[in-house]
């Protein structure tokens, strides 16, 4: 199956700073990008939604100028978590979609996620 | 999307067949049943998907009810390695697609 990276794997950053994660798409063009955040022992929460060349969607609840979404070209798209805090530790996962042209579907791909912790 | 209902957790012998049920009453006519699953702090891993007929791959078998209220995902000989958090996802095929919405998903284990 298609392959979506994430970079950094994990990272530590301290209280006030800001920290960029990126998610790419390796093998194939994605129009949208999907962020989700995960809290230990609880479920994918949908944060937004990036498309190419286009402002993000952000879900209900969820801060736009916190959270800075680029998606700057078909295969990049990255997180930005300004001025973080310690509830902003999380696990941050993107997913990209791509169509399956011989399949005739759109199918999701995820990356292995960013652990973040903000001390 | 329509909302899924799973069992919060299952186990299961090594070698034997893992059945996993969702539960997804809510479901319109052109929505698919998807299955990911989550191992520890890692992303979700796409299984398998289907709309109304049963669906098999090198991973899983798709069982959906004739009324597609429900279905079962089946790991014919599950591994210790089969243990994670299984999803159910119910999303548009166009419309929205690749948005999944994730529900508490099922913590399976495997025992040896």
């Known amino acids: 199956g298609a392959v979506v990276s994430q970079h950094p794997s994990w990272v530590i950053c301290k209280s006030g700073t800001s920290v960029k994660i990126e998610c790419r798409s390796l093998d194939f063009q994605a129009t949208t990008m999907f962020w989700y955040r995960q809290f230990p022992k609880q479920s994918l929460m949908l944060m937004a939604t990036s498309n190419e060349g286009s402002k993000a969607t952000y879900e209900q609840g969820v801060e736009k100028d916190k959270f800075l979404i680029n998606h700057a070209s078909l295969t990049l798209s990255t997180l930005t978590v300004t001025s973080a805090h310690p509830e902003d530790s999380s696990f941050y996962i993107c997913s990209a979609r791509w169509f399956n042209s011989g399949r005739s579907q759109y199918e999701q791909y995820f990356g292995p996620g960013t652990r973040l912790t903000v001390t | 999307d329509a909302k899924t209902t799973q069992p919060t957790s299952m186990d299961c012998a090594e070698g034997r067949a893992a059945n996993l049920p969702c539960n997804h009453s809510?479901?319109?006519?052109?929505?698919?049943v998807y299955w990911y699953r989550q191992i520890h702090s890692q992303g979700p891993q796409y299984i398998i998907h289907g709309l109304k007929n049963n669906e098999t791959n090198e991973m899983a078998s798709l069982i959906i009810t004739e009324d597609r209220k429900s279905s079962t995902l089946i790991l014919p000989h599950a591994t210790l390695r089969d243990t994670a958090v299984y999803y159910c996802?119910?999303?548009?095929?166009?419309?929205?697609?690749?948005?999944?919405?994730f529900g508490d998903g099922t913590t399976l284990t495997v025992k040896p």
């Open positions: 996802i119910v999303r548009g095929f166009n419309t929205n697609a690749g948005k999944s919405t």
């Open positions: 809510t479901i319109s006519g052109n929505e698919y």
